[in-house]
């Protein structure tokens, strides 16, 4: 299957949780859903600024984005509407966005080194409040992808950020505390992804290699090596979630 409907480059892409549809966005400016069942593009949401960043909340009915020129934008895939609208730093580009499992917070990262942490309330409305909990000047360079820990490592909640300073930040999301600094990678660090247990981190970066590490040391446990040229973006399948105790 292919879906053809962006005029420029895909920067990134979802699934709904049962897999019924996915959502991409795209340089071109435009949030897009596409029912798997069907074909074709069902909606799509127009950013005006090329969208860098999309996720899904954990309800599963409303996707945010960031953009190049700044925004966050909240779009009510109830109402078909754009139900928000932030800007924490004007013209900085927002590079990645990352919600928490429970969908108590949200974090936005920028080309300034900057998260900025809103707390998720709901209110009365079917839509999401967001209330400022923290602005953290993470790196002094870009960051290029933050990410919050999954569900099975609680009690622990981390906030990792990977960025063009060629380190791996994991910060305590209770104070955001420095926890660690993951340093191994010789150029920029563009993804990260958590093993479903929180206890590893995977990261990929432009020196061409993914490597894996411990959260409890912080110490590199393995490298992989074989691309030819950047690595700009990592998954992990560590198999079946293990199930609720």
């Given at each position: ?10 920067m990134a892409?979802?699934?709904q ?5 996915m ?39 409303e ?22 609208e932030l ?12 919600v928490m499992w ?22 009365n409305?079917?839509?999401t409040n967001?209330?400022p909990?923290h ?8 960051i290029?992808?933050c ?7 609680e009690?622990?909640r ?24 993951l ?10 992804v ?11 970066s ?10 409890t040391s912080?110490?590199?446990?393995k ?9 700009v ?13």
């Open positions: 299957m292919s879906y053809d409907s962006h005029t420029n480059n895909v892409v979802g699934f949780c049962d897999g019924k549809w959502y991409s966005g795209s340089e071109d400016g435009t949030v897009k859903i596409w029912d798997l069942r069907a074909p074709g593009c069902q909606r799509e949401y127009e950013s005006r600024g090329a969208v860098n960043t999309v996720v899904l909340h954990p309800n599963q009915t996707l945010i984005s960031g953009d190049q020129n700044g925004n966050i934008r909240v779009w009510d895939l109830t109402a078909n509407s754009c139900s928000c800007v924490p730093e004007v013209d900085t580009a927002v590079r990645s966005l990352t429970d969908g108590s917070l949200v974090v936005a990262a920028n080309n300034h080194g900057t998260c900025y942490v809103w707390r998720l309330l709901r209110g409305q079917t839509m967001f209330e909990l602005k953290l000047q993470a790196h002094n360079g870009y290029l992808k990410l919050l820990s999954p569900e099975f490592c009690p622990h981390y906030l990792a950020t990977a960025s063009s300073d060629h380190t791996v930040k994991i910060w305590n999301v209770d104070g955001f505390t420095l926890e660690k600094t340093i191994g990678h010789q150029r920029w660090v563009w993804d990260c958590f093993s479903v247990d929180g206890a590893y981190l995977i990261t990929a432009s020196d061409t290699t993914a490597k894996l590490w411990s959260m912080g110490e590199e446990i490298t992989y090596q074989g691309h030819h040229k950047a690595t973006c990592c998954a992990l399948h560590d198999g079946a979630e293990p199930s609720p105790s």
